[in-house]
């Protein structure tokens, strides 16, 4: 049996935080937030520290996003859940909600990519409707059997998953993101898009990485975990012309790198 919130003192339940990744430029004033979200467990209500290792894992990811991001107007923020599992109640995805509002309420409504980590990236597809969401990578995201797809139509996507994963699914991720090409291309084609155009559109509005080598901890080939991700924040946040890795898996939709 999941477990609850009903499983924690209320009187001493955590809070989410929020926590700024600075850059190591001159920062511009912020035109974008790319909000970055750690992995978990399945099931616990152990309050989540800044020192467990599905924190730590993210660190790289969004030292890197401010790095690239900074003279752009990217800002980084890292979330720290509450409680360390999905849950049945105490799950992350209120918690990404709620950093969402923050945000946009901070930065005056400013686009958003949410970029997730194993169980962080099945929150931020989640929550990938929330007001503001422009855009969502999921990286070695954990897409168990029957996860809703149709909250993500509209908005970019990039999944990347290892060849070498051997804790999360690539076989899920890919056939979620080919359900969401799919809601792309019959949207696209119940506004009068073209057949060959509503695919070129339904591919560019989801992309799917299958990276050699790489394991759930992304520490083998991090700079390219590292690369791909910062491209496609930047683009689907501020328009930024990706370099050609990004752009072409952008273009073959699906790809081994």
Do not use: C
């Not at 660190?59 to 790095?67: D, G, K, Q, V």
């Not at 901070?106 to 997730?116: I, K, R, Y």
């Not at 949207?187 to 898009?193: F, G, I, K, R």
Request: without cysteine; positive net charge.
């Amino acid at each position: 049996m999941s477990a609850t919130v009903d499983n924690v003192d209320s009187t001493r339940a955590p809070r989410a935080q929020l926590v700024r990744q600075r850059g190591g430029h001159v920062a511009a004033p912020v035109r974008a937030v790319a909000l970055v979200l750690h992995g978990g467990r399945e099931r616990s209500v152990v309050p989540v520290t800044a020192h467990q290792l599905a924190v730590l894992r993210m660190l790289p990811i969004a030292r890197h996003l401010a790095s690239a991001g900074a003279t752009a107007g990217l800002g980084v923020w890292r979330l720290r859940y509450r409680y360390r599992g999905w849950n049945t109640d105490a799950h992350p995805v209120a918690d990404v909600r709620w950093a969402v509002q923050q945000l946009r309420a901070q930065q005056h409504d400013v686009p958003v990519v949410l970029v997730g980590h194993s169980m962080g990236g099945r929150a931020a597809m989640r929550a990938a409707d929330e007001p503001g969401v422009v855009g969502i990578v999921g990286l070695a995201p954990w897409v168990p059997p029957g996860e809703p797809h149709q909250q993500i139509t509209g908005r970019r996507l990039l999944v990347v998953h290892g060849t070498g994963d051997r804790t999360t699914s690539a076989k899920a991720s890919k056939a979620l993101v080919d359900a969401v090409r799919g809601d792309a291309l019959a949207d696209l084609v119940s506004h009068d898009a073209t057949p060959d155009d509503a695919a070129y559109l339904g591919e560019a509005a989801a992309t799917f990485v299958h990276l050699r080598h790489g394991g759930h901890a992304m520490l083998r080939r991090a700079a390219v975990w590292n690369e791909l991700t910062a491209d496609f924040v930047l683009q689907a946040a501020l328009g930024v012309r990706p370099d050609s890795l990004l752009a072409q898996a952008i273009t073959a939709g699906d790809s081994v790198l």
